[in-house]
């Protein structure tokens, strides 16, 4: 049944209006970027908060911007088709990019941002696994300052984040790609195309001058209680050769660092052996990337 | 426009008063009252009674009340009202450019078959307009993509992909006439 | 006489132009002075005896106009089947018991929803929770709760079909194999949320306005509920947002609408949330179909003996005619000398099920289809040649219950075959890619009587007028499969006048003539078409007159309407106006208007239906092995619907049931788990989008029923059944992996493929 609503809504102009908002009000309110998520939240009663604050007129929070260091900073309202769009998300974050391609709805897309597909907290956030291997950091301000978290961190558990009352997720700050890189991301529902998805993998792979694994990175959602990096997996690439059978090896270690659940979605055995099936074919799309140079290019 | 219960100090803010907006839809301003948890689509139906757009979800999963504001399709029923203040909203009765011409979509959707019992029709439009304003010509892969927010349960979908075949192909011509 | 060119032709729906500006008016879309919102507590256990409402709070509530518990009611039990009233069980609210999880048990109306849902919140029942059963196995165990008393044993119906002498052909049978196969329960997902608004008429009577395919039904049922004179319930069904078979009952809401706006003498209205429809709507019937078959070495059929179990839910609803199409469905598309069915229909704690397009034929046709390409397999027989050595003819008879007078099966086949390069596509194996065939047929509307009508079947009226336009008056209604065009063309094609100059009115019980028995069944081109067929002849006959006066005919001409003429037949330029005729004919007649009435009612056509449909569809798939995604690219599809009416409409019949059909093969299942649905929204119950619908191509295989309004057949059911057991096919083609339980998943196929 649905709950009964009750909820002011404040829609500031600017960033430190919308600080005093969350300071003022606190535990009791909520940052509404997109609402697609916490709308429904809302609406089931799963969340009752006095005061949402809207990112909507905050045009600050608004746009990508590319620093001098070459790294991307998405601003926190920046919607999911505005990122998919962004000429330089397309070329260096092709991971990130295929992510908020595939996500949700055109609507959804729309109406939704990178830091509110974070801050639901959902396991299973699209932008998470990219997110996680471009080693990307939340920039979260307060009225009286401001943290960075690394995303790896955000996550404390299913629909729990690392977000204290009074704090707002301004940007998400994307490093520059490591020269000699490339990068994927996969997901699969086993329903239909437009779908939740059912698992996700993100990989980014740096070779060295050698053709070696400079570093690797696999990143996972909705297959573990919080989207997360397959450490083992890594570590038996790094330094290696990356024929087809270690990056079969590999897939299938980050199939064993998941920590998959059955639900109406898909079933745990299910989802651990596609991580293994999506991690080998990223695995090899980001090598072939790396060895195309460039860091990548489209997908 | 913050009503009385934000003001600062409000914090015990229990009941929450109706606000007044000022809501441009279709060209046309209204001014409503609304609780601020009064989804666009809702504002739309019950208090402007343009009823074109429908709630076939209220969970923004089947497409049915889609809208643009200021431009891009989103979806009516998790759109707060409240937030559309400011900004240009067109639903299915606005599509048109005057009421007694359809939309070069509009007549394709009728032409083709795209449309059976017509509950989702309305959005299927629009997400179609919002598709054809970034993608002028869009493959049958945009196409189908581009209405991934949509659910259908009459038509099997390929009538209305190839009414947006067929009104994009004509509006691309009708540009080239006139460029 | 040749067919006039109407007859055929691609067009749009008529009031396509309305749907497309927003201006279509649905249920919920309407709003009323003085309008109340009605909202429906429903039980929270799946089996419970209630034993005490407490409304007291719920009624001082603010805002609150009326709350109503079954002790309010007449506690009649009711239901479609009035011919056999042991099966009609169930109560407008709940009465003692509840019986699944959703049961409606109080409604209330207040000023707004909110209000409406807060005081259904604090309604207070008590109930005593009793043990439950959520399976047939379980419910047919011994010693398994009662569900309704007057069913010790949970058994609601039985039914059983038998000729040609089963055990005997058996055991001639060279090749005899037996497989069980479980369906799902799925949902029809209309996109239109039910709803319902009325308000009170004068002298006590009530209006209502509802999103349903039966008007006449909910008419006639909300009249006995009510405890009214059917006279004083007039229902009126606006726009439709589809139904699907979903919306063919009386339902709580319609009737709490009514029942509350008389008490309160103010417009009350209900709308479902998609929660309610998916969590507690009706849904398709879940089956388990024990198939047995036997054939002779070189692939013909001798026998086949089917076993199905029905999963009821709490109520009966359609239960009957459900567990009837079942083994009717199981003895169509082949000739089966000696045929055997028992199917049993079993009342269990789930959402009860109903009738849901293809009705019976989905689950018979999914068992059939697919046990037939495993004898392929086994016999070393290709499945299409399989298919055209049973197929059924032209004249052949399910004995003592049908007859197919028109039947293209074996040209569908054929046709499928040719189009799809099958015979190469199947011979040259491709990795992962795969092929499959199955057939399907379907009924042009039921005939038989179970509603119990006094009336005819279905009846309309038309008027014509001296400015040359017509009015066609028909209770048949339009859900959104264009009945409403397709009726006009009949009429336009009989009387020789422009589409556009026919006004119609439909789906009103108080104006259009009584009575129809709705939309379902794939009943109405055929059986509305042919009472549309019969009220224009006679209109014809009063204007021929006109003609023969007007130019003293020989008694042997014969009169002709084409063009907005009424001429000569053989003497063309011997004619008038169609108005100026009218406008004579009414002279004639001093005044009296020129109005005619047509029926249409299937006597002497057995137990199923006037006429039968046939198709045949190939399906082509690519399965993604290490992932078991199952990508179909390519649908084939030849139907023979007789000679369709408008061939747009048709083909969208055909793509809508193929997406509801892949649907059934690959995503859909309500996911019920001791009676509560656990994936009640559109995010978790996936219906096909359009990314995922293939590109279909569709060949029409034209028959001439003899019973068909120009020879036309259905087209709105049949397609739904093949596409699961064809790409079934295709997927055992492409993998090597067959599957007997629906949806084949991608966990299913790998499970198949050893790989989980």
Same mark, same amino acid.
């Given at each position: 049944?649905?709950?009964?609503?009750?909820?002011?809504?404040?829609?500031?102009?600017?960033?430190?209006?919308?600080?005093?908002?969350?300071?003022?009000?606190?535990?009791?309110?909520?940052?509404?970027?997109?609402?697609?998520?916490?709308?429904?939240?809302?609406?089931?009663?799963?969340?009752?908060?006095?005061?949402?604050?809207?990112?909507?007129?905050?045009? @600050?929070?608004?746009?990508?911007?590319?620093?001098?260091?070459?790294?991307?900073?998405?601003?926190?309202?920046?919607?999911?088709?505005?990122?998919?769009?962004?000429?330089?998300?397309?070329?260096?974050?092709?991971?990130?990019?295929?992510?908020?391609?595939?996500?949700?709805?055109?609507?959804?897309?729309?109406?939704?941002?990178?830091?509110?597909?974070?801050?639901?907290?959902?396991?299973?956030?699209?932008?998470?696994?990219?997110?996680?291997?471009?080693?990307?950091?939340?920039?979260?301000?307060?009225?009286?300052?401001?943290?960075?978290?690394?995303?790896?961190?955000?996550?404390?558990?299913?629909?729990?984040?690392?977000?204290?009352?009074?704090?707002?997720?301004?940007?998400?700050?994307?490093?520059? &790609?490591?020269?000699?890189?490339?990068?994927?991301?996969?997901?699969?529902?086993?329903?239909?195309?437009?779908?939740?998805?059912?698992?996700?993998?993100?990989?980014?792979?740096?070779?060295?001058?050698?053709?070696?694994?400079?570093?690797?990175?696999?990143?996972?959602?909705?297959?573990?209680?919080?989207?997360?990096?397959?450490?083992?997996?890594?570590?038996?690439?790094?330094?290696? &050769?990356?024929?087809?059978?270690?990056?079969?090896?590999?897939?299938?270690?980050?199939?064993?660092?998941?920590?998959?659940?059955?639900?109406?979605?898909?079933?745990?055995?299910?989802?651990?052996?596609?991580?293994?099936?999506?991690?080998?074919?990223?695995?090899?799309?980001?090598?072939?990337?790396?060895?195309?140079?460039?860091?990548?290019?489209?997908? | 426009?913050?009503?009385?219960?934000?003001?600062?100090?409000?914090?015990?803010?229990?009941?929450?008063?109706?606000?007044?907006?000022?809501?441009?839809?279709?060209?046309?301003?209204?001014?409503?009252?609304?609780?601020?948890?009064?989804?666009?689509?809702?504002?739309?139906?019950?208090?402007?009674?343009?009823?074109?757009?429908?709630?076939?979800?209220?969970?923004?999963?089947?497409?049915?009340?889609?809208?643009?504001?200021?431009?891009?399709?989103?979806?009516?029923?998790?759109?707060?009202?409240?937030?559309?203040?400011?900004?240009?909203?067109?639903?299915?009765?606005?599509?048109?450019?005057?009421?007694?011409?359809?939309?070069?979509?509009?007549?394709?959707?009728?032409?083709?078959?795209?449309?059976?019992?017509?509950?989702?029709?309305?959005?299927?439009?629009?997400?179609?307009?919002?598709?054809?304003?970034?993608?002028?010509?869009?493959?049958?892969?945009?196409?189908?993509?581009?209405?991934?927010?949509?659910?259908?349960?009459?038509?099997?979908?390929?009538?209305?992909?190839?009414?947006?075949?067929?009104?994009?192909?004509?509006?691309?011509?009708?540009?080239?006439?006139?460029? | 006489?040749?067919?006039?060119?109407?007859?055929?032709?691609?067009?749009?729906?008529?009031?396509?132009?309305?749907?497309?500006?927003?201006?279509?008016?649905?249920?919920?879309?309407?709003?009323?002075?003085?309008?109340?919102?009605?909202?429906?507590?429903?039980?929270?256990?799946?089996?419970?005896?209630?034993?005490?409402?407490?409304?007291?709070?719920?009624?001082?509530?603010?805002?609150?106009?009326?709350?109503?518990?079954?002790?309010?009611?007449?506690?009649?039990?009711?239901?479609?089947?009035?011919?056999?009233?042991?099966?009609?069980?169930?109560?407008?609210?709940?009465?003692?018991?509840?019986?699944?999880?959703?049961?409606?048990?109080?409604?209330?109306?207040?000023?707004?929803?909110?209000?409406?849902?807060?005081?259904?919140?604090?309604?207070? &029942?008590?109930?005593?929770?009793?043990?439950?059963?959520?399976?047939?196995?379980?419910?047919?165990?011994?010693?398994?709760?009662?569900?309704?008393?007057?069913?010790?044993?949970?058994?609601?119906?039985?039914?059983?079909?038998?000729?040609?002498?089963?055990?005997?052909?058996?055991?001639?049978?060279?090749?005899?194999?037996?497989?069980?196969?479980?369906?799902?329960?799925?949902?029809?997902?209309?996109?239109?949320?039910?709803?319902?608004?009325?308000?009170?008429?004068?002298?006590?009577?009530?209006?209502?306005?509802?999103?349903?395919?039966?008007?006449?039904?909910?008419?006639?049922?909300?009249?006995?509920?009510?405890?009214?004179?059917?006279?004083?319930?007039?229902?009126?069904?606006?726009?439709?947002?589809?139904?699907?078979?979903?919306?063919?009952?009386?339902?709580?809401?319609?009737?709490?609408?009514?029942?509350?706006?008389?008490?309160?003498?103010?417009?009350?209205?209900?709308?479902?949330?998609?929660?309610?429809?998916?969590?507690?709507?009706?849904?398709?019937?879940?089956?388990?179909?024990?198939?047995?078959?036997?054939?002779?070495?070189?692939?013909?059929?001798?026998?086949?003996?089917?076993?199905?179990?029905?999963?009821?839910?709490?109520?009966?609803?359609?239960?009957?005619?459900?567990?009837?199409?079942?083994?009717?469905?199981?003895?169509?598309?082949?000739?089966?000398?000696?045929?055997?069915?028992?199917?049993?229909?079993?009342?269990?704690?789930?959402?009860?099920?109903?009738?849901?397009?293809?009705?019976?034929?989905?689950?018979?046709?999914?068992?059939?289809?697919?046990?037939?390409?495993?004898?392929?397999?086994?016999?070393?027989?290709?499945?299409?040649?399989?298919?055209?050595?049973?197929?059924?003819?032209?004249?052949?008879?399910?004995?003592?219950?049908?007859?197919?007078?028109?039947?293209?099966?074996?040209?569908?086949?054929?046709?499928?075959?040719?189009?799809?390069?099958?015979? @190469?596509?199947?011979?040259?194996?491709?990795?992962?890619?795969?092929?499959?065939?199955?057939?399907?047929?379907?009924?042009?509307?039921?005939?038989?009587?179970?509603?119990?009508?006094?009336?005819?079947?279905?009846?309309?009226?038309?008027?014509?007028?001296?400015?040359?336009?017509?009015?066609?008056?028909?209770?048949?209604?339009?859900?959104?499969?264009?009945?409403?065009?397709?009726?006009?063309?009949?009429?336009?094609?009989?009387?020789?006048?422009?589409?556009?100059?026919?006004?119609?009115?439909?789906?009103?019980?108080?104006?259009?003539?009584?009575?129809?028995?709705?939309?379902?069944?794939?009943?109405?081109?055929?059986?509305?078409?042919?009472?549309?067929?019969?009220?224009?002849?006679?209109?014809?006959?009063?204007?021929?007159?006109?003609?023969?006066?007007?130019?003293?005919?020989?008694?042997?001409?014969?009169?002709?309407?084409?063009?907005?003429?009424?001429?000569?037949?053989?003497?063309?330029?011997?004619?008038?106006?169609?108005?100026?005729?009218?406008?004579?004919?009414?002279?004639?007649?001093?005044?009296?208007?020129?109005?005619?009435?047509?029926?249409?009612?299937?006597?002497?056509?057995?137990?199923?239906?006037?006429?039968?449909?046939?198709?045949?569809?190939?399906?082509?798939?690519?399965?993604?092995?290490?992932?078991?995604?199952?990508?179909?690219?390519?649908?084939?599809?030849?139907?023979?619907?007789?000679?369709?009416?408008?061939?747009?409409?048709?083909?969208?019949?055909?793509?809508?049931?193929?997406?509801?059909?892949?649907?059934?093969?690959?995503?859909?299942?309500?996911?019920?788990?001791?009676?509560?649905?656990?994936?009640?929204?559109?995010?978790?119950?996936?219906?096909?989008?359009?990314?995922?619908?293939?590109?279909?191509?569709?060949?029409?295989?034209?028959?001439?029923?003899?019973?068909?309004?120009?020879?036309?057949?259905?087209?709105?059911?049949?397609?739904?059944?093949?596409?699961?057991?064809?790409?079934?096919?295709?997927?055992?083609?492409?993998?090597?992996?067959?599957?007997?339980?629906?949806?084949?998943?991608?966990?299913?196929?790998?499970?198949?493929?050893?790989?989980?």
């Amino acid at each position: 049944m649905t709950a009964p609503l009750s909820f002011d809504v404040h829609r500031p102009r600017a960033l430190t209006e919308a600080l005093d908002l969350l300071d003022e009000y606190g535990a009791t309110a909520r940052v509404i970027a997109g609402g697609t998520d916490l709308l429904p939240k809302l609406r089931n009663g799963r969340l009752s908060p006095e005061h949402l604050v809207s990112l909507g007129r905050v045009g @600050e929070l608004d746009g990508i911007e590319e620093t001098g260091d070459g790294a991307l900073v998405i601003g926190a309202a920046t919607r999911l088709f505005d990122v998919q769009r962004h000429p330089l998300v397309r070329k260096r974050l092709p991971a990130l990019h295929h992510a908020c391609s595939v996500m949700a709805t055109v609507q959804i897309r729309n109406m939704g941002t990178v830091a509110g597909n974070l801050a639901n907290g959902s396991p299973c956030a699209d932008t998470s696994a990219p997110l996680l291997v471009y080693g990307a950091t939340l920039e979260v301000a307060r009225r009286d300052g401001h943290r960075e978290i690394p995303v790896g961190a955000f996550h404390k558990g299913p629909g729990s984040v690392d977000l204290a009352s009074g704090e707002l997720i301004v940007a998400i700050r994307v490093p520059p &790609v490591p020269a000699g890189s490339g990068s994927a991301y996969q997901r699969i529902s086993a329903r239909s195309r437009v779908d939740m998805a059912a698992a996700g993998v993100a990989g980014l792979v740096t070779l060295d001058g050698d053709g070696r694994v400079a570093e690797a990175r696999i990143g996972l959602s909705a297959v573990s209680p919080t989207p997360t990096r397959c450490p083992e997996a890594e570590s038996l690439l790094t330094g290696q &050769v990356p024929d087809a059978p270690l990056l079969e090896r590999a897939a299938r270690e980050a199939a064993e660092e998941a920590k998959p659940i059955d639900d109406v979605r898909a079933t745990a055995a299910y989802r651990r052996h596609v991580v293994f099936v999506m991690a080998n074919r990223v695995l090899t799309t980001c090598v072939a990337r790396a060895s195309a140079g460039a860091g990548g290019g489209t997908p | 426009m913050r009503g009385k219960a934000s003001e600062p100090g409000g914090q015990k803010t229990l009941p929450v008063a109706k606000r007044v907006l000022e809501l441009t839809v279709n060209g046309d301003r209204y001014e409503v009252a609304v609780e601020p948890w009064t989804s666009l689509a809702q504002v739309l139906r019950d208090e402007l009674r343009l009823t074109g757009t429908k709630v076939g979800c209220n969970e923004g999963d089947c497409g049915a009340c889609t809208v643009l504001v200021d431009g891009r399709s989103v979806s009516s029923c998790l759109y707060l009202a409240v937030e559309a203040e400011g900004r240009d909203v067109t639903t299915i009765e606005g599509l048109a450019e005057t009421p007694d011409t359809l939309h070069p979509l509009q007549e394709a959707f009728i032409e083709h078959g795209g449309l059976q019992c017509g509950f989702c029709t309305g959005g299927m439009l629009m997400s179609s307009a919002f598709l054809l304003s970034h993608t002028p010509e869009p493959d049958e892969g945009e196409i189908r993509r581009g209405l991934s927010g949509n659910l259908c349960r009459c038509t099997g979908y390929n009538k209305i992909v190839e009414s947006v075949d067929a009104a994009a192909k004509r509006l691309a011509a009708d540009e080239g006439g006139t460029a | 006489m040749s067919t006039p060119p109407i007859i055929g032709a691609r067009i749009p729906q008529l009031g396509a132009r309305e749907k497309v500006t927003g201006q279509a008016v649905y249920t919920d879309d309407m709003k009323l002075p003085g309008m109340l919102y009605g909202a429906i507590l429903r039980s929270p256990h799946a089996h419970a005896r209630i034993k005490r409402i407490d409304t007291s709070k719920a009624r001082a509530l603010p805002g609150v106009k009326d709350v109503v518990t079954g002790d309010d009611t007449l506690k009649v039990a009711y239901g479609n089947w009035r011919l056999v009233p042991d099966i009609q069980d169930e109560y407008v609210l709940a009465v003692d018991k509840v019986r699944y999880v959703g049961d409606e048990v109080a409604a209330v109306c207040a000023l707004d929803a909110d209000t409406a849902r807060r005081a259904c919140e604090l309604i207070e &029942v008590e109930y005593e929770v009793l043990p439950a059963v959520f399976s047939v196995e379980e419910a047919l165990a011994e010693g398994a709760p009662t569900i309704r008393a007057e069913k010790p044993g949970n058994l609601s119906l039985t039914r059983e079909i038998e000729y040609g002498g089963v055990d005997e052909a058996f055991t001639r049978a060279e090749y005899v194999r037996e497989d069980t196969f479980r369906v799902p329960t799925v949902s029809h997902a209309y996109l239109e949320p039910c709803s319902a608004l009325a308000a009170p008429d004068e002298g006590g009577r009530v209006t209502l306005w509802t999103s349903t395919q039966t008007p006449y039904i909910v008419q006639v049922l909300l009249a006995k509920t009510l405890g009214l004179p059917e006279n004083h319930v007039r229902v009126i069904k606006p726009q439709v947002g589809g139904g699907f078979g979903g919306k063919m009952e009386l339902r709580t809401w319609e009737f709490c609408a009514a029942f509350m706006a008389l008490r309160t003498g103010r417009p009350v209205k209900f709308t479902l949330t998609r929660a309610d429809e998916l969590a507690y709507g009706r849904r398709r019937h879940a089956m388990v179909l024990r198939s047995k078959i036997g054939l002779t070495r070189d692939g013909v059929i001798l026998a086949k003996d089917l076993d199905v179990l029905l999963d009821s839910g709490g109520y009966n609803a359609m239960g009957a005619t459900a567990t009837f199409l079942v083994g009717n469905f199981g003895a169509m598309l082949y000739r089966i000398p000696a045929y055997r069915y028992l199917g049993r229909y079993v009342y269990t704690n789930n959402p009860p099920a109903s009738a849901m397009r293809g009705f019976g034929a989905p689950q018979a046709l999914f068992a059939g289809e697919c046990q037939l390409n495993m004898v392929a397999e086994e016999l070393g027989i290709d499945p299409i040649e399989l298919r055209i050595r049973n197929a059924m003819q032209a004249g052949d008879s399910v004995p003592g219950v049908a007859t197919a007078r028109t039947c293209g099966f074996r040209e569908a086949l054929e046709k499928v075959r040719d189009a799809s390069g099958w015979v @190469e596509k199947r011979a040259r194996k491709r990795p992962g890619k795969g092929i499959g065939v199955a057939g399907c047929s379907f009924i042009s509307g039921g005939v038989f009587n179970w509603f119990d009508t006094k009336y005819h079947f279905t009846s309309c009226e038309v008027r014509v007028f001296e400015d040359g336009t017509a009015h066609l008056l028909t209770m048949a209604s339009d859900i959104g499969q264009g009945s409403d065009t397709v009726l006009r063309q009949i009429l336009a094609a009989e009387l020789g006048i422009d589409i556009h100059k026919i006004r119609l009115t439909a789906g009103d019980t108080a104006v259009t003539p009584k009575a129809d028995l709705g939309t379902w069944g794939s009943r109405v081109t055929l059986m509305a078409g042919n009472a549309v067929l019969d009220a224009a002849r006679k209109i014809k006959e009063m204007l021929a007159g006109v003609l023969f006066m007007e130019y003293d005919l020989n008694q042997i001409h014969d009169v002709a309407f084409a063009g907005d003429r009424v001429f000569v037949r053989a003497k063309p330029k011997r004619g008038m106006d169609f108005g100026e005729c009218v406008y004579k004919a009414l002279r004639g007649r001093r005044g009296e208007p020129l109005t005619a009435f047509g029926y249409y009612t299937p006597r002497d056509k057995g137990l199923v239906t006037p006429a039968f449909s046939f198709g045949a569809q190939v399906i082509e798939v690519e399965v993604d092995e290490d992932t078991g995604v199952v990508s179909v690219e390519q649908v084939h599809t030849a139907h023979d619907s007789g000679v369709p009416i408008n061939t747009m409409a048709v083909e969208g019949q055909l793509e809508g049931s193929i997406h509801m059909g892949l649907g059934y093969a690959l995503s859909e299942e309500l996911i019920t788990v001791e009676g509560r649905v656990r994936n009640a929204t559109f995010l978790d119950y996936r219906i096909p989008a359009a990314e995922d619908m293939p590109p279909s191509a569709s060949y029409e295989i034209v028959t001439r029923d003899p019973e068909g309004p120009y020879g036309a057949k259905e087209a709105g059911e049949g397609l739904v059944s093949p596409t699961a057991p064809a790409i079934a096919e295709a997927i055992w083609d492409a993998v090597g992996v067959r599957s007997d339980t629906l949806p084949i998943t991608p966990q299913r196929v790998l499970e198949g493929l050893g790989k989980l």
